[in-house]
């Protein structure tokens, strides 16, 4: 108990600055900055468990948050059957191409020694099957972005519950993470730091540009839910009663019947929305928590002490006869897998896909404050991250309002710094983080809460 | 006619364009390459670094034309450059007592480095937006076109108009000057020698006497310079938006690598290298063809080889490309 009470200590904090925010701006805020702390929680625990237990640097977090948003598209949207049958024959063709030209790949690599001959026919065939596909996928393209664009344009998905897609996110970011560590894994850590955020850049335009696939910058709206609609539960009978339960005491107060059942309206309206967002904590907590004791489990294993000495030093490890190519390769997918459930949830509780809005900045450096303030190769230090730098990137406009009007109390509103200071407010949260992250590598190099080892 | 029409066309949207984008590119990767060499660490904070020099000069350009002092037919920019640049060595050197000192006195690894920048990202970003907001800027003035399309058709009789902006003529000639100022000053002093023994080999450097305050001090000079001009210039081309600044980092690094990190002739060529490659890959020859082939055999799309969408995406495929097959880069860098 003794040992873990900084931790303790910490989260009880970082509760009761979400609940004060609860009761001084409103339960709605403070559960949407929970939820998505939640979900930042995630996208940390999947960068620490590369960082953290294996010393891998990942800065392609958003490409992986984006194909998790996009399995939540593909899984859910129902299937466009005018497009299916106007353009789906020639994608199906192309998706058949690749793999061929995959396959062919493949076998000249196993047949032939290495040589400039080899690598030429290689970048022969990926050119001119490149080009293949695309002369044949082209009427496709068109056809399907032809049906309805206003509406559709695109192939649309399976049509499932959107909660599979958490799952199928996971597989999509551990596909590409797959194919990244197969060509960038063998770099040294600032190379390898480079070309995951150029290759993450690269599935952004792909995301952005191919609209018969995710209909691009258009976005897709209206996501199924896993949760209730606000509008229905507000005509809900037993809804209705829990909110006027709930609220016996302010109710029975208004004693004009009329103005009894506003208030009453009012209440049901704001509670619908404090319960759907209710919903998703608690699934994403359920998340959380399988992934906590799934990743404490291994990182206590015999498998995370291999981790770990791997990524103390690689050379004794390799002696010792650890395949460092194969473990690296599988934790850089694990990890990169958990990136894509959060980028799944993520897109699951906005209910919209907005490819635009994938930026280096939010999805991936973000994170990376995260995983360095909490604390990397400390689960509880990773979640605890997510929280704080969530919680901070959220309320630094209205800290930095207070400090500002604060220091600037004697000067009239009318002064032209003051107004520009107060107008530039949003900006300051990059400044925090960035102090934040300079102050706490600088201080606590290891984070709120440090990595420690038990040997029992 | 029909040829002189075609190369017209390529040098009016490929050759002039490409290598403006490519010289801006360069005095990048120049930038990334120095630092990696000498201080050892790739600086995630580049993009920031080179908007907060553009937005110094855009505020030395406000107040000069608030003064009424301008340079003709000239942009105002060139004379708040200077200034600029004074102002932005100060930035740097103070950052590097700050923060990266401390890290480097320690020999801290390059990734913990690496990590630091990102919170000098952080806080360049943040200064700059505070100060000038987030918004779209053109700070250009003075003459905007040295040739016009329409005066060149009349001139020549052809059908294509070659345009060249003063920004591109202005870019092309100041990167000439400023980078063979800059090898010049790496071959040929004994300070630029020094330099480079101290990136080639640090313990050996130091035995031969060099002094690495000095070094150091003098990398981030250049840095400083080569920021703000590499800024100033895009700015003028195109516009000042910070967010763009920050997203040009990519192509920039991609340049540095590609070139060969560490060595800053590669990294010079490696900008155009990119350059050229984004702009030849993502542009329709339709008109092209239409101008050499015979008119039977005209091409009916775009005869684009990918749409402009992907243009960021080219470089970094070639990056990924290089690294695979050739990780220390076309010219010989530091071997990864």
């Known amino acids: 108990m003794r040992k873990n009470l900084n931790v303790i200590a910490a989260y009880s904090i970082m509760i009761g600055l979400i609940i004060l925010v609860g009761i001084f701006q409103s339960w709605n805020i403070a559960l949407s900055i929970f939820n998505l702390c939640l979900i930042s929680a995630v996208m940390t625990m999947g960068a620490n468990i590369q960082w953290g237990y294996a010393g891998l640097i990942n800065f392609g977090i958003m490409g992986y948050t984006a194909l998790g948003g996009l399995a939540a598209v593909l899984i859910s949207v129902d299937p466009v059957q005018e497009a299916w049958s106007a353009g789906g024959f020639d994608i199906l063709m192309s998706l058949w191409l690749i793999i061929v030209m995959v396959l062919v790949i493949r076998f000249i690599l196993k047949r032939f020694e290495k040589s400039k001959m080899r690598t030429y026919s290689i970048a022969a065939i990926i050119i001119s099957g490149i080009l293949l596909i695309r002369f044949s996928a082209e009427p496709g393209i068109e056809a399907i972005e032809a049906v309805d664009p206003a509406k559709t344009g695109f192939l649309g998905g399976f049509g499932l519950p959107i909660i599979f897609s958490w799952i199928v996110g996971a597989f999509f970011a551990g596909g590409l993470a797959f194919i990244v560590g197969k060509v960038a894994l063998g770099l040294r850590a600032d190379y390898l730091a480079i070309a995951t955020l150029l290759i993450s850049e690269i599935v952004i335009a792909i995301i952005k540009h191919e609209d018969w696939l995710t209909r691009g910058v258009k976005n897709v709206i209206g996501l199924k839910r896993p949760a209730p609609y606000e509008v229905d539960l507000q005509t809900t009978d037993w809804f209705i009663n829990l909110v006027e339960k709930f609220n016996s005491g302010k109710l029975e107060i208004i004693s004009n019947l009329s103005d009894r059942q506003a208030a009453l309206n009012q209440l049901v309206i704001e509670g619908s929305s404090v319960f759907v967002k209710l919903c998703y904590s608690g699934l994403f907590l359920t998340v959380v928590i399988i992934l906590l004791i799934l990743t404490q489990k291994a990182l206590y294993s015999p498998w995370g002490r291999m981790m770990r000495a791997i990524r103390d030093n690689e050379e004794a490890a390799n002696a010792m006869g650890k395949n460092v190519v194969k473990q690296h390769l599988l934790i850089f997918i694990l990890g990169s897998a958990i990136v894509g459930i959060a980028g799944a949830m993520l897109v699951t509780q906005d209910g919209l896909f907005t490819p635009g809005s994938y930026r280096p900045m939010r999805y991936t450096f973000l994170i990376w404050v995260m995983v360095i303030v909490g604390g990397s190769g400390n689960n509880f230090g990773a979640i605890l991250g997510g929280f704080v730098v969530w919680f901070l990137w959220i309320e630094a406009a209205p800290i930095a309002l207070f400090l500002i009007n604060f220091f600037t109390a004697g000067i009239p509103e009318t002064n032209a710094l003051k107004a520009h200071l107060i107008e530039s407010v949003p900006y300051f949260r990059f400044l925090m983080m960035g102090l934040g992250l300079l102050l706490i590598m600088r201080y606590r190099p290891k984070g709120i809460l440090p990595e420690k080892i038990e040997i029992k | ?336």
């Open chain 2, 1 to 336: 006619m029909d040829i002189l029409n075609a190369i017209i066309l390529l040098l009016n949207y490929i050759f002039i364009p490409a290598l403006t984008y490519g010289s801006q590119l360069a005095l990048g990767a120049i930038f990334v390459t120095l630092i990696y060499g000498i201080l050892r660490f790739a600086n995630f904070a580049t993009g920031d670094m080179m908007s907060f020099g553009t937005m110094v000069t855009i505020l030395f350009t406000w107040y000069f034309q608030s003064l009424g002092i301008s340079p003709g037919i000239l942009p105002t920019a060139l004379l708040a450059i200077p200034f600029a640049i004074i102002f932005m060595i100060l930035y740097m050197l103070s950052i590097d007592k700050f923060v990266f000192k401390y890290y480097r006195t320690n020999k801290s690894p390059p990734v913990q480095l690496a990590m630091v920048s990102i919170g000098v990202m952080f806080v360049t970003q943040a200064v700059v937006r505070i100060i000038i907001g987030p918004s779209d800027r053109r700070f250009f003035d003075g003459e905007k076109f040295i040739i016009k399309a329409r005066e060149f058709k009349e001139m020549t009789g052809l059908n294509e108009g070659l345009a060249l902006k003063s920004t591109q003529v202005l870019t092309i000639f100041v990167t000439i000057v400023l980078v063979s100022l800059l090898f010049w000053f790496l071959n040929k002093t004994k300070t630029g020698k020094s330099m480079k023994a101290y990136s080639d080999n640090e313990d050996l450097a130091l035995l031969s006497g060099i002094d690495p305050k000095k070094i150091v001090m003098i990398t981030w000079i250049i840095a400083g310079i080569l920021a703000t001009i590499g800024g100033a210039l895009y700015g003028l081309d195109k516009s000042f938006k910070p967010f763009t600044y920050f997203n040009n980092m990519l192509p920039i690094f991609a340049a540095a690598i590609v070139g060969g990190i560490g060595n800053p002739f590669g990294a010079f060529l490696g900008g155009y290298v990119i350059a050229f490659s984004e702009i030849l890959l993502t542009y329709a020859y339709k008109k092209f063809f239409m101008y050499m082939l015979p008119e039977s055999m005209e091409p009916e799309s775009l005869v684009q080889l990918l749409s402009t969408d992907y243009k960021f995406a080219v470089s970094f495929s070639i990056l990924v490309i290089v690294l695979l097959y050739r990780p220390s880069g076309i010219f010989k860098g530091k071997v990864l």
